[in-house]
């Protein structure tokens, strides 16, 4: 859907999906009112690019007046007239920031662009003043100081958590370095708004245009379809196709085009994204690496990637090192034998040639439907996304008992988002929103993404406030002869993301801060990441992988196909991901005082670990949105492979007790899924697992064989 002008008194744009008559006068600003749409969803269609900034501002007076009320609180500091009254503090902050924050990512503009120049200084500059204000920080360390005040378990914690963000937002700094530290930070925020600008600007400005049918050779029809699709909506005539980056273009070309220039072609247009001319992100990198190092020098840290990991399970980056090292030795070598395999299919086919980075997705799909007569090409005719969707929600009721009913009428931001009522199956009982928002278009940055509109906590009189939580992605799209079908990676990417919701939807914490996804950053993926388990698992396949033509359910022969074929491939998988995690955290261990060449640091990164010359990182620097559009996972890609030891671990108990066993789903939706951030994780974990975890199961589960670890520091490299 596209914004929709309205009258020049307004001087706005809608974000919604119907326009609304106003003037100066009649039209409210929605974030200043009470929504009273149903569970406060936001009213998007009322929502006007004029409200957003007016909206900031009015949430950031609001925030600093009650800020205000509990530093002039003349009582001793309590749990209760400080942490919780910060905690439930900011309610019109929360509300236009969850707003433009989640638009800004996944339905953008060029208004929303120029909002966001203003928008973001502006809510940094109160994030610093407010983590730097001394008094409220003086109350903070009371509560802190006094842990025989005798408060509950999740209490004590969020003290704890409180007091260890206000240290590291710079609370013990004296005014010249607080008023230092607000400049880096200022500065990064700009530097972030640049990459992310960039990244998006990039992505869309490459198209690789197919005039010659013979190109197309391999590819599936629908992805023949889509790219004619996307010809037609630029203009350009019959007998035309264009390939974009964006993953359901991008992907099945490499995998399936014949014509190797073709996959040389989007493979290098692919890894040079953001990396020269008018969008070149490498000089931002730069930028954002000696800022960073500013940073963590001033808050007495050795470097960023410590800053990053000392809040998280790792504690340290040689931790998160450590892990990754047990997981790379075994891809690589891997890596090798597949390599092995794909030049064996090369040979035999008199191809000439040894197989380079843009071979791969293509002969590792050559070797798949060799070793196992696996087509993924006819595999997708069983994942039609609305059939997946009904496994995810089948496979939530059954777990958690929870159902799902679609609110047609619902307010939404883009007119192909689906909102969905969840309820508890049995009672009835209002649960949570849950929003999708499956397919990818200009506005919407790439990848797969959850988050939320609203979040929960308990009141004081014991009632629950509920959860507005969505997901993103960025899926193959529907044709005019097929719906969309979805790749095996886009089926895991969706009970992935719809985990994260999960994790958002059943949240029973007491605090804002502590519920739902509000966890340390290595924990967060293990509600997205163990409910992958069950996408392929036969149990639930037949209830929802049907024929989109047929209707016949997927039948025991190609499910024992997937089951064979499902350690597949795992060597490049593994080595990209965790080489990803690699890189991120020797970019965390360095401290720059001026600019670095990012691409030249990639390289030594690269041939101090080895890398196969096979393929390269999952996300190359330019386009490495996890580490540098914002801080969210710096120093903690690894987070994904760290919390892949936990569920793997966690779902071996699922396969021995039975994979929707009542008690063991009972035991992880109480201990993992409802408690948040309330707990330590590990003691989460291990009241669900009975155990601590070890990398032994997610070694099993991707068919890769431990091999003694590789001491990163003995190889040569800067």
Known sequence: MKHQLISAACGAALIGAASIACTDNAHKNPFLESYTTPYEIPPFDQITYADYLPALEAGIAQHQSQIDSIVANPETPTFENTILALDRSGEILEKVVAVFANLDESNSSPEMVEIAEKFYPML???????????????????????PELGYANDQRRMIEESYKSFTRNGALLDAEKKEELKKINSEITDLYLQFNKNLLNATNSVAIVVEDSTRLAGLPASSIAVAAEEAAKRNLGEGKWVFTLHAPSRLPLLQYADDRDFRKEMYEAYTNLASSGEYNNNPVIS????????????LGYDNFGSYMTDNVMAKTVDR????????????????????AEMQAVVDENG???????????????????????????KVREYFALDSVRNGIFTMAERLYGVKFTEMPDAPKYFDEVTVYDVTDAKTGEHVAVFMTDYFPRESKRQGAWMSEFKGSWINDDGTASRPVIFNVGNFSRPTADAPALLTLDEVETMFHEFGHGLHGMLSRARYKGQSGTNVDRDFVELPSQIHEHWALEPELLKTYARHYKTGEVIPDELIAKLEAASTHNQGFATA?????????????????????DVADFEKRVAEKLGM?????F?????????IFGSDGYASGYYTYLWAEVLDTDGFELFKEKGI??????KAFKENILEKGGSEDPMVLFVNFRGHEPSVDALLRNRGLEPMPKMDLKSKSGK
């Open 124 to 146: 940094s500059q109160h994030s610093d003043e407010t983590s730097m204000n001394e008094k409220l920080f003086e109350r903070v360390k009371y509560l802190y100081d006094h």
């Open 320 to 339: 998160a090192e450590d892990l990754l090292m047990q997981i790379w030795q075994p891809a690589v070598k891997k890596v090798g034998e597949e390599v």
């Open 576 to 596: 990209e991901l965790a080489g990803a995690a690699l890189l991120d955290l020797e970019y965390g261990k360095l401290n720059p005082t001026e600019d670095i």
């Open 660 to 665: 929707f066993d009542p008690e063991t789903a």
């Open 618 to 626: 999952r996300y190359r620097s330019p386009y490495f949105k996890h």
């Open 351 to 377: 191809g000439g040639f040894q197989i380079a980075p843009w071979d791969y997705y293509y002969y590792a799909e050559k070797v798949r439907q060799k070793k196992y007569d696996l087509d993924e090409s």
């Open 287 to 298: 930028k954002i690496l000696v800022a960073r190092a500013k940073k963590a020098k001033l």
């Open 612 to 616: 196969p010359s096979q393929l390269t």
